[in-house]
């Protein structure tokens, strides 16, 4: 999957030490889950195997070929044709260029047109506002929130559910 700027690949083992290190970084995993999680570079060279046999793929940077994050599809359903997809651009450098939508461009219509997929779903925390902004842009629109069930900072936030259906993304992709 090849995009203008990054392409879609399939994740290396010696890629652990890099994820490891975007990982532990509180900055970068602010606005996720695994904040709260101790990632040691043992523990993600064993989940690797496992993540690579689903859909996970690093996001490369085109120009450089330097690994910039990950992106993936969680909980894929072949009977309802739905997912979650997640993302993380690691590098902070390459943040709020673009990269974090295209690779999700790339992932979702790989999605929608070889894992037949109808329904795409993603959640955010409310006060990841470069998400939202990028979500918004591919077409994402909020289905509802779970109200201040998220501690952050020691603030209380809620969690945003977004979807897109297959013709809503395509429709919003031909605009852009
Ligand atoms: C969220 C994330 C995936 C978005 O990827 P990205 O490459 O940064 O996003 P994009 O550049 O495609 O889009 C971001 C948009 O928000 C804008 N933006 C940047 N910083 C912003 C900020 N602080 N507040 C609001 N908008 C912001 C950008 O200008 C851009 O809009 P534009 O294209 O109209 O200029 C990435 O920033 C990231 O990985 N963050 C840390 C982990 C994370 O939050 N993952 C997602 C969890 S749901």
Request: hydrophobic share 40%; charged share 30%; proline share 1%.
């Amino acid at each position: 999957m090849v995009g203008k700027k990054c392409f879609l690949s399939p994740i290396f083992l010696e890629d652990a030490e890099k994820i490891t290190a975007y990982l532990n970084d509180l900055e970068v995993t602010n606005t996720l889950q695994i904040a709260t999680k101790n990632i040691s570079l043992f523990q993600e060279k064993e989940i690797l195997p496992k993540l690579v046999k689903e859909h996970n793929y690093a996001i490369v940077d085109l120009q450089t070929e330097k690994l910039l994050g990950i992106c993936g599809f969680n909980d894929y359903n072949a009977i309802h044709r739905n997912c979650e997809i997640g993302l993380f651009i690691g590098n902070k450098d390459y943040w709020g260029k673009g990269y974090g939508e295209e690779a999700m461009c790339l992932l979702m219509d790989y999605g929608f047109r070889f894992l037949n997929l109808r329904n795409i779903m993603l959640r955010l925390y409310d006060f990841n506002n470069r998400g939202l902004k990028c979500y918004k842009k591919i077409g994402f629109k909020e289905i509802g929130r779970r109200r201040k069930a998220v501690m952050r900072n020691m603030q209380e936030a809620d969690e945003i559910y977004m979807d897109i259906l297959s013709e809503e993304f395509y429709k919003a992709k031909k605009k852009t």
